[in-house]
């Protein structure tokens, strides 16, 4: 079975964009849902909803799809829902927001995410300016388990990634790091026969370990920095 690059690419792509349907949650603000509608719109990206419930403080936006401008069919998230939610500076934060457990498949190839958890988010105000201008932050966000599977096969999974972003302020560029506890992957599965070659000559089939990353970002010129890139795997060393 072959493990194609362009199902892959969307798999990935979706996992990116798991957290974008969260703009939509305020949609009791006409406004606010309809700016952040025509953002994601120019970016190629179409949002929709079956409904909202909760108060201002605490939502549940309900049966999230998301369709990126090349895809013929809409994704589906699910519930999304956001805690803590209050006023601030003519935007808003939100103190967390998760999202339902996520699965997708496509041509053999299936992807299991666990709920992703967003802490101490920021959307800014209509019209804010500056580098970030309408780019929605958060401060830290974790995923316990993400599995991909072909067929019957597990080729990937991951625990316990999280997230931790320092927000940029006087002008200095944002801090960002990212760790795993766990991550195996089947190279078994690899049908490249050069790639085949090389991981029978090492004896790594299957593969253990766990990732550590860290970094910089300069929204002001778009410069990004990795400080530190470490990919652990067990009884081979540090990459």
Do not use: C
Not at 17 to 27: G, R, Y
Not at 32 to 53: E, F, P, Y
Not at 117 to 146: F, Q, R
């Amino acid at each position: 079975m072959t493990i194609r690059r362009s199902t892959l690419n969307k798999l990935a792509f979706s996992t990116l964009l798991v957290t974008l349907p969260l703009h939509a949650a305020f949609a009791q603000d006409a406004a606010v849902a309809d700016r952040l509608k025509a953002a994601l719109a120019a970016q190629g990206v179409d949002i929709s909803w079956t409904g909202v419930t909760g108060d201002a403080s605490s939502m549940v936006l309900q049966g999230v799809t998301f369709k990126p401008g090349a895809e013929k069919e809409a994704f589906k998230i699910g519930d999304i829902k956001l805690e803590g939610v209050s006023e601030a500076n003519g935007g808003y934060e939100i103190e967390t927001v998760s999202t339902s457990a996520f699965q997708h498949s496509e041509n053999g190839v299936t992807l299991d995410l666990s709920p992703f958890i967003i802490h101490d988010m920021t959307v800014p105000a209509d019209g804010a300016t500056g580098p970030l201008g309408s780019m929605m932050m958060y401060e830290s966000a974790e995923l316990d388990n993400m599995t991909v599977k072909v067929g019957d096969k597990t080729a990937f999974s991951m625990d316990g990634l999280g997230i931790e972003i320092t927000p940029p302020a006087d002008g200095k560029a944002m801090e960002f790091s990212g760790t795993t506890e766990k991550f195996n992957a089947d190279l078994t599965l690899v049908e490249d026969p050069k790639s085949k070659d090389v991981i029978n000559a090492l004896g790594y089939q299957n593969i253990t370990g766990n990732l550590a990353m860290e970094g910089t970002w300069q929204p002001a010129d778009g410069k990004m920095e990795l400080s530190k890139y470490d990919i652990s795997v067990d009884n081979a060393g540090t990459l």
